[in-house]
């Protein structure tokens, strides 16, 4: 008999996790033991740095507005849903540029 595989990750990777998991036939048990959730946070000055590197997707899903105050810098990112993200963000916030001219934020909100 074989035993089933654990899936500890936060929604939204978790089930997509298990899904690939079934798909190689594995008995699998999904625990989403904690949720990922923004938090107010001060973006330091972006002067000093020569890059932003995005370890999670959800880095990239709860940062919030203050994000764009590193738009001009490179992006370097662990995979290529993180990456998907980051490109999709800037883009969104570039081409609604207008709306923070008419004092508007661009954030779209949470990201999938």
Known sequence: ???????????????????RAKA???????????AVRPIAWVPPDADPYVGVL??????????????TRYFHLPAFAVGGTTARLARHLVA????????RRAGRACWPGRWR
Do not use: H, K, Q
Not at 24 to 34: A, G, I, K, V
Not at 54 to 67: H, I, K, M, Q, Y
């Open 24 to 34: 190689f036939e594995l008995d699998t048990r999904s625990m989403p033991l904690f």
């Open 54 to 67: 995005f370890t999670s997707a959800n880095a990239v899903r709860t940062a919030g507005p203050e994000l």
């Open 92 to 99: 969104y916030c570039w081409l609604s540029r207008c709306w």
């Open 1 to 19: 008999m074989i035993r089933p595989l654990l899936i500890i990750r936060p929604e939204p990777g978790n089930a997509s996790t298990a899904a």
